[in-house]
């Protein structure tokens, strides 16, 4: 069943909703689906293809949502399913159907220039790979063809249990895995890679953020041992894969000391990759479930080269949700854009919803990275706020500053490699001391309204007085 729908409407934010992913492609961000109100819960019906042939498109420079009606057939698993960006094209894999511990193992494209979706593979109950969601996925390129592979989750029992991996049944007769699957798109061919080192056990609920081609980091998740004892983990895990061998290799890391900062285990988090183009690519996560099935309240970052993590100060509109995405944009070498959308959130009547309160349902938040690898969090923007004037000045001076810095540092790239390095810490140097004049500016801004406004109030106190004689 296709459905085509040509219209757009510009709306300030997207609908509320958990489950879903968001993904940027250039300066635009995606998201599609996820448990919202007025989806059925069914397998399929006209209803359900309507709500979800639309994809909400956002754009950071107007601060702008605009829901776009696509072409051809989405996909059925709608909660959970996985999400990745190659080039201009998005790609979906499995999902929960949001009824009956139904679940995929498809794999569909969203051009997102033509806004028509193709089905790669339909759903096959009999395909040796496990129909699943709520686990990772990422890509990487070899010998011209670009793969998917896609790890864990949970779903239905599988058709065939493969020897390299651990297949564990629920109490609630869904099973949990950490089967790899290896998709070629160019070939449509399916293949399972082997596994060495301290692999991820049976898993869901954690997020796999890609470093590089061949190399990505994971926290955390649901994991479930041999005798189904489930387990909230903690733990940071490295993997590459060695294309030439069908290898993936596993690193695990876990917290070393009981005074070191880490965060507590977690799973339906949110997370992203902050990658600047220096040698220090971060992993940024909020939110999520605790072992007692508690909301978070958390915002962290994991240095990926020191082992380290940063707990970072931020509202808590952010911060504490789970089931909900969250994306980020490098504005410059210095400053990066966090977005935060849907989840259900902890709201201040004590009832867990689809989120805090309409407004925020999507939250900007700044975070500005120095060259020793630290982060502080700057301004927050609610949806109201992005339509400011204050918010469009602020992006394009960071972009501006930016460009700037840009063109200075291709002027010497052919020098010499020790001038170079030289040219890019002083750019790096300024562009700090260039941030922290536009707070100081800000701040003085803030004091210079607060001071009119004290004046104001000082007269109106002094037209009372005079009134009363």
Partial sequence: MAFET?????????????????????DSLYLWAGNQDGLPEVHDSEEKRRITSNIQHFTPSTGQWITRGTTGTPPLGIIGYCCTAIND?????GGDCGHENCYHNSITQLDTVSLQWRELEPTDATRPVMMRG???????????AHHLLMIGGKGSKPAVKLPDYKYIELPNGAWRTNEHSIYNILSKKWSNPSIIGQCLPPAGGFIIEKINNTRAVLFGGMETDDKAKETVANNIYLLEIHVSISTVFWQCIKKRNAIEQWPVGRFMYGGAIIITGSDCPMLVISGGLDKHYDTLDDCWIFNITQHSWIKLDVPHSVSKRRSHSLSVF???????????????AYNFSGIDQLSLIDDINVVITELVINSRGGCLVGDTFDPKEMTSEYYKKKYWHIKGVCLEHLEEYQKPRK??????????????????EKEIKLQEKEKEV?????????KERDEAEKDQEIRKY
């Avoid at 004091?447 to 004290?454: N, P, V």
């Fill in 330 to 344: 490098i504005m410059s070498p210095h400053c990066v854009w966090m977005i935060t959308v849907g989840g259900y």
């Fill in 89 to 93: 094209l998005l790609y979906y894999f």
């Fill in 134 to 144: 709520h686990g990772g996925m990422m890509s990487f390129e070899h010998d011209g």
């Fill in 6 to 26: 040509s219209t757009f409407k510009t709306i300030d934010q997207p609908n509320r909703r958990t489950g879903h992913r968001t993904v940027s492609v250039g």
């Fill in 446 to 454: 803030q004091a210079f309204c607060q001071k009119m406004e004290q």
């Fill in 415 to 432: 020098g010499n490699t020790a001038d170079i390095e030289q040219t890019v810490q002083a750019l790096m140097k300024r562009l700090e």
